[in-house]
């Protein structure tokens, strides 16, 4: 059965901190992506990775960075927590091919203090 | 403007309606449809796949997709209150990045 999991289902941070945000897929799957998700906005795409040690910029890859030292796994990091980074976020992977059906995690609920 | 718009809702039917979701796009390269389910607090889950223009069926959920008009649409025959979710669609081009629609919020009531 597909699997993606994330680190966490809640957080909850202070402004400042450096959070991470760690995603594993079990599907041998090429790309991984990090998207938030506000009400309102829709799903926004923050990073993605192609490839180990590959990363593009998404629409909204400002005050974040990304990490893919291995295929499975792929973390956001936020360098310094601020209250407008306080959403849901949702990690997810795909093949490397055109169709690119994306299968998501279950999200983690980030919330900024 | 964006790429692909989504009809807002909320929508809300009576159980053992039938359901109309729609989206529009304006890019011509998208190829290939997707519609995914989202529960309340869950992650989006892969619902419906398609790649050329005409209708896909699976079971009560029906994926149309007409590329002359740049519009795509799920059908829900018969619903259910376990229907209850948003609804987003997704378009690809290549190499596997999605553009998703803001999501549609249905409620099937008993």
């Known amino acids: 059965d597909v699997k993606v999991t994330q680190s966490s289902r809640y957080l909850v941070k202070r402004t400042g901190e450096k959070v991470f945000l760690e995603c594993v897929q079990d599907m041998d799957h090429e790309n991984m992506f990090w998207y938030r998700q506000d009400p309102g906005l829709g799903l926004r795409l923050i990073y993605f990775?192609?490839?180990?040690?590959?990363?593009e910029k998404g629409d909204i890859p400002e005050g974040y960075s990304v990490s893919r030292e291995k295929k499975e796994r792929f973390s956001l990091i936020l360098e310094s927590a601020s209250t407008n980074q306080t959403s849901m976020y949702l990690c997810?992977?795909?093949?490397?091919?055109?169709?690119?059906?994306?299968?998501f995690g279950p999200g983690t609920r980030l919330l900024v203090l | 403007q964006k790429e692909v718009e989504q009809d807002p809702g909320p929508l809300s039917v009576p159980e053992g309606a039938i359901v109309s979701l729609n989206c529009t796009y304006s890019n011509s390269a998208f190829q290939y449809f997707m519609w995914y389910r989202q529960y309340s607090r869950k992650g989006p889950e892969l619902l419906m796949y398609t790649y050329s223009s005409g209708n896909k069926e699976d079971g009560r959920f029906t994926a149309q997709v007409d590329k002359s008009s740049k519009y795509i649409s799920l059908f829900i025959r018969d619903s259910q209150p376990s229907d209850s979710a948003t609804y987003l669609c997704?378009?690809?081009?290549?190499?596997?990045?999605?553009?998703f629609g803001d999501g549609t919020t249905l409620t099937v009531k008993p």
């Open positions: 990775s192609y490839d180990v040690k590959m990363k």
């Open positions: 997810a992977s795909s093949f490397f091919d055109q169709r690119g059906t994306q299968y």
């Open positions: 997704a378009m690809n081009n290549n190499a596997g990045k999605s553009t």
